[in-house]
Nanobody, 127 residues
């Protein structure tokens, strides 16, 4: 069983930055590709960013390219999402998720593809 715990959410003004972290309790963190998703009120959960098990391959949804950076530290069993130039439309609950795979290249991940989920952390961007 894998447990994922997100942290780092909060209230920030437009243009500001936040860094989310997701700590995983798992024996072999490097067996998992990791993803960040978000869900705004009244909307479906959507993919934001993905990172391969090694960290060498990353993929972003178009709306966050150039503003968000996903990274991971396999020694610490942690994945991060650095969010810069935040916009009010980035307001959502952010979830990290794990997919058991050792593929070297990641693409956009689907909600149904993921094996484990965290409970989420809320990000609110004021205008």
């Amino acid at each position: 069983q894998v447990q994922l715990v997100e942290s780092g959410g909060g209230l920030v003004q437009a243009g500001g930055s936040l860094r989310l972290a997701c700590a995983a309790s798992v024996r072999t963190f490097s067996n998992y590709a990791m993803g960040w998703f978000r869900q705004a009120p009244g909307k479906e959960r959507e993919f934001v960013a993905a990172i391969s098990w090694s960290g060498d391959s990353k993929y972003y949804v178009e709306s966050v390219k150039g503003r968000f950076t996903i990274s991971r530290d396999n020694a610490k069993n942690t994945v991060y999402l650095q969010m810069n130039s935040l916009k009010p439309e980035d307001t959502a609950a952010y979830y990290c998720a794990a997919k058991f795979t050792v593929v070297h290249v990641v693409g956009p991940l689907k909600v149904d593809d993921m094996n484990y989920w965290g409970k989420g952390t809320l990000v609110t961007v004021s205008s």
